[in-house]
């Protein structure tokens, strides 16, 4: 799915690159989509991160990227002043752009806990993330969707609302911790679909979902997506003051109850002394 497909169609995606709604963010996003897919994979199946901890740095890096590509766009929003159809949507710019890439930087800014990364073992090889809390997935979720709802309003309904859902309800009820490798892997999968049926969302498609283009739906949306990520800010900064952590190389919520259940399920290597006799 993530290897041999994308290979297959990346020639399909040049021959349609003269597409009107394929935009330079379509072809970034694929791609470090399908790279996050495949770092992401190396730590579940193999044990190169555990000989090269180094290697843990990349997860939050092309998340990092995978932001920034959206904050960067947003702000080209707002700045060309987009009003009519662009890139085979119809677009409507205004101060919601600035506000939700704000958004957007804070949440970049707050990614924290990547050392504490690691693999199950068993049949279900999943990558987990511990200090990646509740809190943040929400707040992304919310930055995410109202980045689409004001920059892909085409199809704002499937990779704004469904696809975050698609991510996100298993993180937070039955497979705690994998959020981040079953958001690249949705995002990859839809991406790809994107590139390949250019005209699924576009206007006069049967799949078109419209939003309201109303400027009050998106100024609030985007007030939501902010006052989460600064809440999130207050809460994580207050811990690292109150327990002098080092964002950069401590885990931010060991102690907390939602945690410990996750790592809970790290594979803990048997003590020698408890082998002998």
């Not at 799915?1 to 290979?7: A, D, I």
């Not at 090269?52 to 990092?64: C, E, M, Q, R, S």
């Not at 490798?181 to 590139?195: E, G, S």
Request: proline letters at 4%; one cysteine or more.
């Amino acid at each position: 799915m993530f290897m041999v497909l994308p290979v297959i169609l990346t020639p399909i995606w040049y021959f349609m690159a003269e597409s009107e709604l394929t935009s330079w963010f379509h072809w970034v996003k694929v791609y470090s989509a399908l790279a996050g897919c495949l770092i992401y994979m190396v730590i579940r199946f193999t044990n190169f991160h555990k000989k090269h901890p180094w290697y843990l740095v990349l997860v939050p890096a092309i998340l990092a990227i995978n932001i920034a590509e959206a904050v960067i766009r947003e702000f080209q929003v707002g700045v060309m002043g987009f009003e009519g159809i662009v890139d085979g949507m119809y677009y409507i710019s205004g101060g919601w752009n600035y506000v939700n890439a704000i958004a957007g930087i804070l949440n970049l800014l707050l990614i924290c806990g990547w050392v504490g990364i690691f693999a199950t073992s068993g049949k279900k090889k999943d990558m987990l993330w511990p200090d990646q809390t509740k809190l943040w997935i929400i707040a992304y979720g919310a930055w995410n969707i109202a980045y689409v709802y004001a920059c892909a309003p085409g199809n704002a309904f499937y990779s704004g609302v469904a696809l975050n859902i698609a991510a996100t309800v298993p993180a937070l009820l039955w497979a705690k911790g994998t959020w981040m490798q079953n958001r690249a892997q949705t995002l990859a999968f839809w991406m790809m679909w994107v590139m390949t049926m250019p005209y699924f969302f576009a206007v006069g498609s049967t799949f078109n979902v419209s939003v309201s283009y109303n400027p009050a739906a998106n100024w609030t949306i985007a007030l939501i997506s902010l006052a989460l990520n600064v809440v999130l800010a207050v809460w994580q900064v207050t811990r690292i003051v109150k327990y002098r952590l080092h964002p950069l190389k401590d885990e931010l919520w060991k102690d907390t109850k939602e945690y410990q259940e996750i790592a809970a399920l790290r594979e803990e290597p048997m003590n020698e002394s408890a082998t002998v006799g």
